[in-house]
């Protein structure tokens, strides 16, 4: 028996891992493909904020930008390299932004070589730009070290049953909590009201000629050379699902538009496309990640004490799963997210410490039932 099993080894069910363990809690993690086999295996892995208008999505980049920093340096150093950042705008809209978010930051601003912003392309030097310390993370090796400490099963979750104060898995496995982290792909729990949108990634590994020092950011993203190597990611393709395509993917083209697209910001010479990597990420509608308890609907929506057209609903008279969470939704930023939210979901499991109501499930439940009712 296990203290928590969880569905998904991406970067967020990883990282959860990685927190139970810890706590020297018995963790384990069940994934259909392999530790970081979908979206996070396939991401650049680029440790950056969100260089954007204020709100609560900037904040809370901001504040797991600078959490995680720390955290990779710190726990796994040998699989994090830390780097100077540079993010070019890509038009006047994001330049005005960008000026904006510089004179408000509390970040240290660096600056960039003026020898190699002169090798950039007169496109990338033509809009605003911004250096900051930052990072990229060795994205597959990341999840399977902060796995280590769990029982990994690669294996589908096709049941979940509660019976007497225990989830069984599989009719095998029983664990006192249940952590979905399956990100886009099929759920195991049906609710109509969690919704994801679903974004096919694709990145890749070339050996070029070029050097490149920074962890270069416009169009797309390139990493810092290394032995002769860099990573340009991700694509985001909103149309291409790989289990509803009816056509294969396009790989050629898609390595294409990648090399073009990064093509746009610097000069890539003797170019050889040697991996790729292809997964699906995922993303809330409201663009806020999700973490926290889920909602029984039914059972919610036959209370007849509820009054569903508030625009201020009280969460906690709606009646939830047992000991089931979720962790998911962060989009394109799941490796500067996930550490944070991963430690804020374990607090909560373990010690009862209150998640912040804007990122709980029950937001969308909340919104779905006004709409139903």
Known sequence: MYDLAIVGAGINGASVAHEFAKAGKRVIIFDMDGIASGGSGAAGAFIAPKFSKGGELKELLHNAFVYSMEFYEKNFPKLFTKTELLH???????????????????????????????????????????????????????????????????????????????WIINDTYSAKSVLLATGAYESVIKEPYVKLRGVWGHRIDIKTSTDNPYSLHQNVSISPSSSGELAIG????????????????????????????????????????????????????????????????????????????????????????????????????????????????????????????????????????????
């Open 88 to 166: 070019i705008a890509k038009d006047e809209e994001s330049s005005e932004i960008l000026k904006q978010y510089k004179q408000n930051t509390s970040l240290e601003l660096k600056e960039p070589s003026q020898s190699f912003l002169s090798t950039l392309s007169e496109h990338a030097r033509e809009y605003e730009h911004i250096c900051i310390d930052a990072g990229v993370v060795n994205a597959q090796a990341m999840c399977k070290a902060m796995c280590k400490s769990a029982k990994y099963v690669e294996q589908k979750v096709e049941t979940l049953v509660y019976d007497e104060g225990l």
């Open 234 to 373: 991700a694509t985001h393709n909103v149309h291409y699902h790989p289990q509803s395509a009816s056509e294969p993917y396009d790989l050629q083209k898609a390595r294409a538009e990648l090399l073009e697209k990064a093509g746009m910001t610097m000069k890539l010479g003797n170019v050889d496309v040697i991996r790729d990597f292809t997964g699906l990420r995922s993303g809330s509608f409201d663009y806020m990640p999700l973490i926290g308890k889920i909602v029984l609907s039914k059972e919610t929506l036959a209370s007849k004490d509820i009054c569903f057209k508030t625009k201020k609903p009280n969460y906690d008279e709606y009646t939830y799963y047992p000991n089931l969470y979720i962790i998911n939704g962060n989009g394109g930023y799941g490796f500067v997210l996930a550490p944070y939210l991963a430690k804020m979901l374990s607090e909560h499991i373990l010690n009862g410490k209150k998640i912040n109501e804007k990122l709980s499930p029950a937001r969308l439940f909340a919104r779905w039932a006004r709409k139903l009712v």
